[in-house]
């Protein structure tokens, strides 16, 4: 199985507990004369919270841990704690600061945050019964042969394709104000198969486990430079992965998961946040004075946009996704539904033989509805997230159909990447680096990214595993010992 039958049964069980827990919750609620929606409201958010943390826990008593990490699967439930559970409680524990940023994006009550959260409960309550489920009717082969893999070729050959994409397409396009093609961005993950190979051979030769640290590095301070948060903690949580996958040292990972987020809150969200704000719409960091002034402005007390960042918790703020969802909900409540989903169809054509085709993530024009205001220097693309969205589009019908179609990728990319490494065929991670983002993208638009990128993600590995081993064969590796 995919999860162990001993782990699948203690979930099944944490499950239950949860629901019980949530009929309390509702009893209190619907059955008093003064109905409490901040009680609610709170007791839900932390009953997500506690629930994926306690699933997180017997999930790292399972034997497929290390596999598990690099699939969809665990990046799923780390991101749906955060925008579910953590970031919405920012309306109730935040400082009076931050609610009042985040209700000058929209106002939401308290009614329709009772709305929001019973989505996200939903959501996740339907998602991780149909993953018990086909865990049960789908499990893994008893039998799996290990397969042999070029570790050295597919090592230089993933981490050309991920250089090339990210530093000589998709950062220069960034500095000059362009666009990227969409396809691009599919391939500069690959980078991370380099970092995770590196430490694989790394493991026998010390000059590979000198490469992991060069490319970590390299990474970790180009993301910096361009001040690309998502770009940075991929890096670290990946490589932690990468290392716990090796030495299976728990203690190693906590410590790390810790400090990043200690260093999120206190220091990278704030301090991007400044340096963003300087310069006319410059991309990442232009020069060392602008750091030294960045770093002292933090200390003393930022104003950024007329909001002091010492009292503006831009982490919670990053975090909650209310904001953005309010709109989506209300205006589906009182008749105005999207239509959003209804570009699934468009996924199959190319925009090059159907220019009019519609975008496939219309952030922009979705935040422009909901603030009536239009920002040409920093167009603002975040949508209310994949489930929300499908309220928006059809109510609680479409969100059992986005859940159930959701749910389904979700374990089956998740068995595949599992299944494949056990194997140590390594080759499936030029899949698995962009699989990660079907747990990773909840936050995301549907029809953008559960069908254009899901197409791409595809069409990309079937593309690289074609050329990989053509190269594999012009290259006769049997003959130049480059197997592992």
Not at 112 to 129: F, P, Q, R
Not at 172 to 185: E, F, K, R, T, W
Not at 195 to 218: C, D, H, R, V
Not at 370 to 393: H, K, L, R
């Amino acid at each position: 199985m995919l999860i162990e039958k001993k782990i699948s049964s203690l979930l099944l069980i944490l499950l239950s507990i949860l629901l019980f827990f949530i009929f309390i919750i509702f009893f209190s609620f619907y059955f008093v004369l003064m109905p409490n929606y901040e009680f609610f409201n709170i007791g839900i958010f932390i009953s997500i919270i506690i629930y994926n943390s306690l699933y997180a826990i017997l999930l790292f008593n399972d034997k497929n841990i290390t596999y598990i990490l690099f699939s969809p699967l665990f990046w799923y439930k780390f991101i749906s704690t955060l925008f579910f559970g953590i970031g919405p409680l920012a309306y109730y524990f935040g400082s009076s600061i931050t609610i009042g940023v985040m209700n000058l994006y929209f106002f939401t009550s308290n009614e329709t945050l009772s709305k929001i959260a019973l989505i996200y409960l939903t959501s996740i309550v339907l998602t991780d019964c149909i993953l018990l489920i086909l865990n049960y009717l789908s499990p893994l082969p008893n039998q799996l042969s290990v397969k042999r893999t070029n570790k050295k070729l597919l090592l230089f050959y993933t981490l050309t394709i991920g250089i090339f994409f990210k530093y000589i397409i998709i950062i220069p396009s960034s500095l000059l104000g362009i666009n990227a093609p969409g396809i691009s961005h599919a391939f500069s993950p690959f980078i991370y198969i380099g970092i995770f190979l590196a430490y694989n051979i790394g493991q026998k030769s010390s000059s590979y486990k000198i490469l992991f640290y060069i490319l970590t590095f390299i990474e970790a301070s180009s993301s910096f430079l361009v001040l690309s948060k998502e770009y940075l903690y991929m890096l670290i949580m990946f490589s932690s992965f990468t290392v716990f996958f090796h030495n299976k040292n728990l203690k190693n990972i906590l410590i790390t998961g810790l400090v990043s987020g200690v260093l999120y809150i206190f220091v990278i969200q704030n301090l991007f946040l400044v340096l963003r704000s300087t310069g006319d719409g410059n991309f990442g960091i232009t020069s060392t004075t602008e750091l030294e002034s960045a770093f002292e402005t933090i200390r003393g007390g930022a104003v950024v946009n007329g909001q002091n960042v010492a009292s503006f918790e831009a982490w919670w703020d990053r975090l909650s996704y209310v904001k953005y969802q309010g709109y989506a909900v209300e205006a589906y409540d009182q008749q105005y539904p999207g239509e959003t989903l209804q570009n699934f169809k468009y996924i199959f054509i190319p925009r090059i033989l159907y220019p009019e085709k519609p975008n496939l993530n219309p952030g922009s024009e979705y935040n422009s509805l909901v603030q009536q205001s239009f920002s040409e220097q920093n167009p603002n693309s975040t949508g209310p997230g994949i489930f929300v969205e499908a309220y928006w589009n059809g109510g609680w019908l479409y969100l059992i159909y986005v859940t159930i179609y959701f749910s389904f990728i979700l374990f089956y990319a998740s068995k595949i990447i599992v299944k494949n490494l056990k194997e140590k065929n390594y080759i499936i991670l030029m899949f698995a680096v962009n699989a990660i983002y079907i747990g990773r993208s909840i936050d995301s638009w549907f029809v953008g990214t559960y069908g254009g990128l899901i197409l791409n993600m595809i069409v990309v590995y079937f593309f690289s595993v074609a050329i990989y081993k053509g190269l594999e064969s012009i290259l006769n590796t049997e003959k130049i010992q480059l197997n592992e």
